[in-house]
């Protein structure tokens, strides 16, 4: 879970951008923008309501128990039927900004909080300036704090325990959901609840062109097996793929793995603070298309930001304006796909952007 060290520093940081943008007061109720600046996670489809005034004074409306400083309000109770917990956040929200001085600016992250608390505010605040948060919490959510890290970790600590499982199960004669299934049960085992293994799981040429969830499809001889994981604990995810043989590799499906190695390296040596990420996609792209044998096959972005979201800023994309930054998270994903591999190899790994270069946070082996 976030530190309670780890959410102050983001809602400093917060108010700092408020004072840039000379916001009095900022709002959200989306449940992932709340647990961001506070630690406490609401379940997804309950009222949740997070405000912070310029002078750090804060308000957090939730269903969670145990949350600090919160004003709780009910989702359950066998002594009424609650039917409207959105209407009755309202009502606290209320409470919390009566008599309070009005806001010249407010700030309202309008994508995932409902349009009855900016009502609220209006009604309280007539004269109030209301923008979209959006663009706010998006630029800080670009830059990981050490607890947001760690989240990831634990999502790559559930992924390793999944390769781990897959490694042992595929071969030809079995399904697709036979291994998936054996994969889910070491995730269960691993987290010590159940964590949803979410992801692509195609076999063969099913993975040519993504992936997917997986089917009664049966391994054949020579299939490859791609494997994109992306689990989220506790919102955050970690995002890496490995690509397994299912029986000993063809030369040329070597040679591929060979080349989609390299391209990871060289997309490796070409992040910096400061470079733009589309420079990146293209350094990865153009040597992926030189490999004869990739039959310029390599479609999709060469890597995305990670967080709290599967993707984040930067995206590693031909039409990004993102820059690397110190704290950015994010993966390096190419590969080759075509019918005479029998389906593709990806290969991605995570990683955050250091003072002076890059770390590796998943450490497994690539190896077919």
């Known amino acids: 879970m976030l530190t309670l060290q780890g959410c102050?520093?983001?809602?400093?940081r917060l108010l700092r951008s408020m004072e840039e943008q000379r916001l009095d007061f900022f709002l959200t109720g989306n449940y992932r923008t709340a647990y961001y600046f506070t630690g406490s996670l609401s379940a997804p489809e309950t009222p949740v309501l997070f405000g912070i005034r310029q002078d750090g004074r804060s308000l957090l409306i939730t269903s969670a128990t145990g949350a600090a400083q919160a004003r709780e309000t009910e989702t359950y109770s066998i002594d009424r039927a609650v039917d409207e917990p959105f209407h009755e956040a309202a009502g606290l929200l209320r409470d919390a900004l009566r008599g309070?001085?009005?806001g010249a600016s407010c700030a309202v992250e309008r994508a995932a909080t409902s349009g009855m608390m900016e009502q609220v505010l209006t009604e309280f605040w007539p004269a109030c300036k209301i923008s979209d948060a959006g663009p706010v919490v998006r630029r800080?959510?670009?830059r990981k704090e050490e607890d947001e890290i760690e989240e990831i970790r634990a999502s790559l600590r559930l992924i390793r325990a999944a390769y781990d499982a897959a490694r042992a199960g595929i071969q030809p004669g079995r399904a697709e959901l036979d291994v998936y299934n054996e994969m889910q049960?070491?995730?269960v085992n691993q987290?010590?609840?159940f964590v949803q293994l979410h992801g692509d799981f195609a076999t063969g040429e099913r993975g040519i062109r993504g992936g997917g969830p997986p089917t009664p499809r049966v391994i054949a001889e020579n299939d490859l097996y791609i494997l994109d994981l992306f689990p989220a604990p506790a919102l955050y995810f970690g995002d890496t793929c490995r690509?397994?043989?299912a029986s000993t590799p063809t030369d040329l499906q070597h040679r591929a793995w060979e080349a989609v190695t390299e391209a990871v390296r060289i997309g490796e040596q070409a992040v910096k603070p400061g470079v733009r990420s589309k420079d990146v996609y293209w350094t990865v792209k153009n040597y992926l298309d030189a490999q004869p044998f990739s039959e310029k096959s390599f479609w999709h972005h060469a890597g995305h930001g990670i967080g709290h979201h599967g993707h984040e800023s930067p995206r590693i994309i031909p039409g990004s304006d993102d820059v690397f930054e110190v704290g950015?998270?994010?993966t390096l994903e190419p590969g080759i796909y075509t019918s005479s591999l029998h389906g593709g190899i990806r290969l991605e790994d995570n990683y955050v952007v250091r003072e002076h270069g890059i770390e590796n946070l998943f450490d497994y082996p690539r190896e077919l």
């Open 185 to 187: 049960a070491a995730v």
């Open 191 to 193: 987290a010590g609840t």
């Open 328 to 330: 950015d998270v994010f």
């Open 8 to 12: 102050q520093s983001r809602q400093d």
């Open 100 to 102: 309070q001085n009005a």
């Open 243 to 245: 690509t397994f043989a």
């Open 140 to 142: 800080l959510r670009k």
